[in-house]
């Protein structure tokens, strides 16, 4: 997959009108997901269709459940079949992840990567739990997912913000030697884009999003709020990232 000479703008987006909002304002790239609040799980079929009509690349996110990457065999799956499903719906590819007590769960990887039956296959943060807490090499985490046929990565860094884990980023970039996308994202604001385009980073990925008041949600229906994208926050990032140029 040939690598951005510029690096791209990926909205997080979560709901249908986000995805009219991206687009309309600059976005090169959706991640597609449902349910950021808990860091994002797999969008309906209905909202990966919808997606496809806006003319903007999108890649969903695969994930059956919020907390930890660890999966029983009934869930990864789910997940294969939810990959295909993605790229039955016309997806760019696609972005999953999932860890053992070790490191990368590879055996997990691999069936996904196969379900996806030659599509762009992206790894999600999970590689922050090892880049951050478990302390692994950049260079080491590279290696593992080139060797699973991993074609991107999206990640802070191990650090909690993006921004805060530049150099981690910028050493993942020289360790993929083009052969790996590198998408910076993790609690990004879009003051963020330039020092995180300086990186190197071939993406950067955020939601450019703001609470939005969607009526009263009753007793079953959790906050009466949702975080959507905004303009506003597409515009900054889109300016922020163009002000950044080519990569060097």
Same mark, same amino acid.
Request: charged fraction near 20%; aromatic fraction near 4%; glycine fraction near 12%.
């Given at each position: +997959?040939?690598?951005?000479?510029? @690096?791209?703008?990926?909205? %997080?987006?979560?709901?249908?009108?986000?995805?009219?909002? %991206?687009?309309?304002? &600059?976005? =090169?790239?959706?991640?597609?997901?449902?349910?950021?609040?808990?860091? &994002?799980? $797999? @969008?309906?079929?209905?909202? +990966?269709?919808?997606?496809? $009509?806006?003319?903007? @690349?999108? !890649?969903?996110?695969?994930?059956?459940?919020?907390?930890?990457?660890?999966? $029983?065999?009934?869930?990864?799956?789910? +997940?294969? !079949?939810?990959?295909?499903?993605?790229? =039955?719906?016309?997806?760019? &590819?696609?972005?999953? &992840?999932?860890?053992?007590?070790?490191?990368? =769960?590879?055996?997990?990887? !691999?069936?996904?990567v196969a379900a996806a039956a030659g599509a762009p296959v992206i790894v999600h943060r999970c590689v922050d739990v090892l880049l951050g807490a478990w302390g692994a090499e950049p260079s080491e985490v590279v290696g593992q997912l080139l060797d699973l046929g991993v074609v991107g990565v999206l990640s802070s860094g191990g650090a909690a913000r993006a921004v805060e884990g530049t150099d981690v980023i910028a050493d993942m970039v020289a360790a993929g030697a083009g052969a790996l996308e590198v998408i910076a994202g993790g609690g990004v604001q879009p003051g963020d884009m330039q020092q995180l385009a300086a990186s190197g980073a071939h993406a950067v990925h955020l939601s450019a999003g703001a609470p939005a008041e969607a009526g009263p949600a009753g007793p079953g229906g959790g906050q009466d709020e949702f975080t959507t994208t905004t303009a506003t926050g597409v515009i900054a990032a889109r300016t922020g990232l163009d002000a950044r140029g080519s990569l060097n």
């Open positions: +997959m040939p690598l951005p000479t510029t @690096p791209l703008l990926e909205i %997080a987006v979560q709901d249908v009108e986000s995805g009219h909002v %991206a687009r309309e304002h &600059g976005a =090169d790239r959706f991640e597609l997901c449902q349910a950021l609040g808990v860091g &994002g799980l $797999t @969008p309906s079929r209905g909202l +990966m269709e919808h997606a496809a $009509t806006l003319g903007v @690349p999108f !890649r969903p996110l695969i994930r059956p459940r919020a907390g930890g990457f660890q999966y $029983t065999d009934a869930e990864v799956a789910v +997940m294969a !079949r939810d990959v295909e499903i993605a790229l =039955d719906c016309g997806a760019a &590819g696609v972005v999953v &992840g999932a860890l053992s007590e070790t490191g990368l =769960d590879t055996a997990t990887l !691999r069936t996904l």
